[in-house]
């Protein structure tokens, strides 16, 4: 009985009355990470008053200045490739996700670049918003990684000569950080030099020395795992740049080609991608046995190649896409002298944005990009959620209805894109508007309200870095006590209304009052402490009621339905009184994944059937060789075919 009171009275516990030096130890750990630290401050004002307002979006240390040997300074910053999701839950596996690489190159000076190919959006076009706020947004993190560049964005940071490997690939230098005081750099503009960079300016090289040529470097157990253009992969210290030891040796004369090699590292696994004339070769290691292995199958993964970083997703992140592929951007498997020429032979006419290759594992050759495949979606055009009221939907709906039609055909290219704005256009530049809040400041100077309150806004995209204690939208993706969810904190601008005492979207509450009028109040006994919390379990509530009342068994998607059984996990743990809906949501599941088997059986029902009429085709034009062959041995006697070709001509 004791034990359940010290368990009741720990529940209710308010956080907002934390003692201030453990609010100060925790907001200084979260520093670092730009997205929880602003979640942290919209918790609550004390929290907010207890820690500085950050002026930076991904991280909160970077962009960090380092002095270099040369005499000039050069920016270290942080890059980001997310999925963009929307918040509106009626675009919800409707639209596909966007995927986009952010950068800042100072604090608050933001670039949205094309995932692969690294050019610049034009935020100018028509497919964006006037004001683009990624807190409008669900951003899922692909892949984190940093870079060297001046303020302006120019990589060309050691002012090197370019040799013919690196004359046609746009990066010039690849960075791995591993937390300590120094960066380590593979100079491809020098023909893959390894050194490192310290953050007093001091240069040293690997033990390798100046005159080993790596080809590329990835993360491997808190180590560089380096591979040479030969396919010898290397275990390299981040500390002091010795070599550990030889993870793989030289690939075989035939597996060896004459492009650079890519590493990617995916589950603890190093994979290594060969480009050959046309085909890709994807090999694992084997650090036993010292030897990479072929992998001819990558199985319902998606592998996207970009100029420094190789990184598998799964497929069931996007709507829609196949694994099994390789996407790859043009020039980025130059050989070592330069040469690019498949790949002008294959990017001869690419769409704006879509200058990207696509290579199946089961095919003999990679193709171009067509914008009528599901795959393009991920890339160009963004989706209809990012700017709902542009003028230019009309047609987008047209050519996705087209493409997606009975007929199965593609629709249409869309118009050329040529006339439109260049992309390379100037980086966003976030100002702060709080002239009362320094770009450094210590963790226990105190700020007031309306100081705190202020948006850091920019021309291009608005950077709410403080966020309002209004209705959080959606589940994120980062992290959350209850199920691994978490909450994306946004001020909204609908219309609230008070129901049980919570602040909630003002069209759901008439959902929510039928709820509560047929099973009564199905919050009494919770364990969450948190307002806002509190309005995101409602709303989402609410809209699984939606769902389930708007959808049938065949209308149900793969999205609704993972956001259904996921929601309905976290509500539970929040011990909201849900068994009147657990058996609507567990049927819904359940007739969704039959929908998918029942769709899997009819598409190897009709793969099988062509392979039957295409055997059946071939049958036919043997037997019709054969009585060809037949006919022609007739007409020939047999002492006529042993006798020389050219017998009596002279």
Not at 73 to 92: A, E, G, M, Q, R
Not at 214 to 238: M, R
Not at 618 to 639: D, G, H, Y
Request: hydrophobic share 35%; aromatic share 10%; proline share 5%.
């Amino acid at each position: 009985m004791e034990n359940r009171e010290v368990k009741k009275q720990r529940r209710t516990v308010d956080w907002s009355e934390l003692p201030k030096v453990v609010v100060l130890i925790i907001g200084f750990y979260l520093l670092p990470d730009g997205s929880n630290y602003r979640r942290f401050r919209g918790v609550c004002r004390k929290w907010r008053k207890s820690s500085p307002p950050s002026t930076h979006f991904l991280c909160a240390t970077y962009p960090r200045n380092l002095p270099t040997q040369l005499g000039r300074s050069v920016n270290l910053i942080t890059k980001k490739t997310c999925l963009l999701f929307p918040i509106d839950i009626k675009y919800i596996g409707i639209f596909p996700p966007w995927l986009v690489t952010v950068e800042e190159l100072n604090p608050g000076k933001l670039v949205i670049r094309h995932p692969l190919t690294g050019i610049k959006f034009d935020l100018n076009d028509d497919y964006f918003p006037k004001t683009l706020n990624l807190f409008n947004f669900r951003l899922v993190a692909m892949e984190c990684g940093y870079k060297l560049c001046h303020p302006n964005g120019d990589e060309d940071v050691f002012s090197s000569e370019v040799t013919d490997f690196c004359r046609n690939c746009p990066i010039k230098t690849k960075t791995l950080y591993f937390g300590l005081d120094s960066v380590a750099i593979l100079s491809l503009d020098q023909g893959g030099i390894l050194g490192f960079l310290n953050f007093n300016g001091e240069w040293r090289f690997s033990e390798l020395g100046p005159k080993f040529r790596l080809d590329d470097i990835e993360y491997y157990n808190e180590n560089i795992c380096a591979v040479s253009h030969g396919g010898q992969a290397l275990l390299i210290s981040s500390v002091d740049g010795r070599v550990i030891k030889v993870l793989c040796t030289l690939l075989s004369k035939n597996d060896f080609g004459n492009k650079r090699k890519l590493l990617a590292v995916y589950d603890d696994e190093v994979y290594l991608i060969v480009r050959k004339i046309y085909k890709f070769w994807v090999f694992k290691m084997n650090e036993e046995l010292q030897k990479w292995e072929r992998v001819y199958d990558l199985g319902d993964k998606v592998l996207f190649v970009t100029y420094d970083k190789c990184f598998f997703v799964n497929d069931d992140e996007f709507h829609g896409v196949k694994g099994n592929c390789i996407v790859f951007p043009k020039n980025c498997f130059p050989t070592e002298f330069g040469d690019n020429s498949v790949d002008d032979e294959l990017f001869q006419s690419p769409e704006k944005y879509l200058e990207l290759g696509v290579f199946y594992m089961n095919s003999d050759n990679p193709k171009l990009m067509s914008p009528n495949e599901e795959l393009s979606d991920l890339f160009w055009p963004p989706p209809e959620w990012l700017n709902p009221d542009s003028d230019i939907w009309p047609f987008i709906r047209s050519k996705e209805h087209s493409k997606h039609g009975d007929d199965g055909q593609g629709a249409e290219n869309p118009p050329s894109t040529s006339n439109q704005k260049d992309t390379h256009v100037e980086e966003v530049v976030c100002e702060n508007n709080d002239v009362s809040v320094p770009a450094t400041n210590s963790l226990g100077q105190d700020y007031g309200k309306d100081a705190a309150e202020k948006n850091i806004q920019g021309t291009g995209v608005i950077l709410d870095l403080v966020p309002h204690n209004p209705s959080p939208k959606l589940v994120n993706v980062d992290s959350l006590p209850l199920n691994a969810s978490a909450i994306e904190i946004t001020h909204d601008c609908a219309s609230l209304e008070k129901f049980q005492g919570i602040d909630v979207s003002s069209n759901l509450v008439p959902v929510l009052q039928k709820i509560w009028d047929k099973h009564g109040n199905i919050i009494k006994g919770h364990i969450v402490q948190s307002n806002s919390l509190l309005t995101w379990a409602l709303e989402s509530l609410a809209n699984m009621i939606i769902i389930l009342q708007k959808n049938t068994g065949d209308s149900l998607n793969n999205s609704q339905a993972d956001y259904l059984n996921s929601t309905l996990a976290d509500l539970q743990l929040m011990k909201f009184r849900l068994d009147w809906l657990v058996p609507f949501v567990e049927r819904a599941v359940a007739v969704h994944k039959s929908k998918c088997q029942k769709a899997i059986m009819i598409n190897l029902e009709t793969r099988k059937s062509k392979l039957l009429a295409e055997m059946h085709e071939l049958e036919e034009q043997m037997v019709q060789q054969e009585k060809l062959m037949a006919e022609s041995l007739m007409n020939c006697a047999p002492s006529v075919l042993e006798k020389g070709l050219a017998e009596g001509l002279c």
